[in-house]
């Protein structure tokens, strides 16, 4: 076991911060006397998402707990859900059958023990308690918090400024929250910086439960590949921890310059210092933009795909976007050994004597997402049918099984001609 | 029956708001063509209260409508009292046991049936289905109202705006007062003009469950003998349903000129067009108001202790306050029949050789709240002992079985020497 300060050290990197520090400092050296983990929770949604690098930041720290001997708690909010995310109002949607939720928790974990150690790590759901509770009881943890407090939560305070309806549902929620906390008597609980006020609610009822509070620690929440918005799904800017190595790499490589240093710190596994290197040399211009990009986009594929993936990954990138000796992108991926172009089925019925639009082509096999989108790439002259450039819109072509369309440099599909 | 007509005339006469006006119409065409009563539902609190004139205002607009033949159900919020009155944070008060509420609710009904019919009443409690809620159907409900509505409320502006503090769960009353409604399914709810939110909250509770909502009803507060705040036993500015009908009756003679019409409207069964005889006779000055206090006092003391009574305490008053013929105060209450003065016991131990301190016998009667009110009240030649006047702040004195205190004109004690 790692002294009090070697984990501090690891436990504080990167951490946007920790609430209290000596808190922390107490609870791990009680620890490493007796020999007790501390109890880390992080809470789940129970839907079934695609978890992406913004995830892999808590995850990752997470992965740290375990690694220096600690009990990571990964709390499913199963109930929360069968009432609805506040923010979306939708409180009649249907309450999700336990099989579901179930299956959920598997989509969710088949994903996180990428990161996390799957021994050490227990799973709970939020529904054993709160099912049980009574009107009584969450009046009386109602009664812990005044309202005001809940206005000062950044995104309450700036709906109600705007006049954005705010459930009182709502304002239950960080309470339910914080209560998992004393039901789970957890000594850590970490989450991205948005959740601080719901996590900071947990300590006010763990002390209220005569629990020693929690010690919250918030994280930085990863920009997406736009370098802007937050990483999520909905904003479509972001890096699936199941995306194929090619698909990683390649969106890490589109991110801006800017947050480079930003996804070296947050989402490699590079010690700090090789950081702090790398900034100072792209600072002083002694290290190449585009090769540390390369870089990063290796580090992150071989977390999650290995070395072997990330070298290849790294080829197909290059053959798509470096101009070799007069090949084509398609002959030079030919020469990557494992790649594989991904496949789409165009059925038959599509075709109508044989041939089929070219612009249906685009659409079907998601190269375009309408028509028009369609129409304006081939007059950007940017699609090619095996290697040869589409130059009208109005084209119906004959494909065969096989056939490559290639939509700008990096985008490839290989044509299944299907039943 | 009474038609729909003559039963709006009777329940409008006084109603602060009907809201809305033409619903309650419609209800009472129902009733009146369906023969069946409407369902009128009026919230108590399950503490053992003194009701007094202020209670009264809705208590006699119920009894009007059990007179039309409708249907009063009084509500005991007991379990409202298990969290504690919002308004004085104090949640962790101990549940009060069922026999407790039990209790302080037949305190409640034996007061409230010197008005209510007590055939036509019907008792609910509101544990009954509060005590099988779960947290899911809290945050149903609680989704129904957003933070700015509820911070609409009057009290929760205002303390808002001055940052007193609002517990969490204060916002789960007028949802709680609401869904009351729904399980009582009630037609009409009643209530002081500081009940309007939470009645109305009963309306959009009913329309989510898919009844007809509830006609709201708001009466004015009756101001206490001050004239100025609400009457209530805190403020120590009420008369009491209960109290003895000398005091009473002197009670009433004590309100500023001022608020008589208020009185006569509020607290008694005078017809709408005796009232506008006598408003119109004391502004024109033809009617004196000393003489129309008078009848206010006799009429109110009629209705809850009936007309032998209210002509004695006329008496009392009447002896206490005009000088007749050189007979002291207490030689004209000896004429009265059926008279008592109250008796107090002033305990042995009270006394030194004999004697006690004339201060000590004024506070140990209630005659003076503190020592210090005592002696002005002696400096101010207030106080006779036996019709004669006490002159010394310092006199210890041998008082009797049976001798008489008397502080101002009004206020009488009989001493009794107890072991």
Known sequence: MKTVQEQLEIICQEAEEILPLEELQEKLERSVASGLPLRIKYGVDPTAPDLHL??????????????????????????????????????????????????????????????LDKDKTTIEYNSNWFAKMSFEDVLKLAAQFTVARLLERDDFASRYAQEIPIGLHEFLYPIMQGYDSVALKSDVELGGTDQKFNMLAGRDLQKYFGQEPQVVITLPILEGVDGVKRMSKSQGNYIGLTEPPEEMFGKVMSIPDSIMIRYFKL??????????????????????????????????????HGKEAADRAQKVFDAKFKKVSGKTAVEQLATIEGFEIPEVVLPKQLFESGKIWVVKILTHC???????????????????????LVTSVDLDIAVSDGDIVQVGKRRLVRLRIGN
Not at 366 to 388: D, F, P, Y
């Open 54 to 115: 913004g995830h892999a930041v808590p995850l990752r720290k997470l992965r740290e707990f375990q690694d220096l001997g600690h009990e990571v708690i990964l709390l499913i909010g199963d109930f929360t859900a069968r009432i609805g995310d506040p923010s979306e109002r939708s409180i009649t949607r249907p309450q999700l059958p336990p099989e579901i939720i179930e299956e959920n928790a598997q989509t969710y974990t088949d994903q996180a023990f990428k990161i």
């Open 267 to 304: 989402a490699t596994c590079l010690p700090e210092e090789e950081v702090k290197r790398i900034e100072k040399g792209l600072a002083e211009g002694s290290l190449h933009p585009a090769e540390i990009k390369r870089r990063l986009a290796r580090e992150i594929v071989t977390i999650y």
């Open 366 to 388: 998601g190269l375009a997402k309408t028509n028009s989108e369609g129409r304006r790439l081939i007059q950007q002259r940017a699609v090619r049918i095996n290697n040869e």
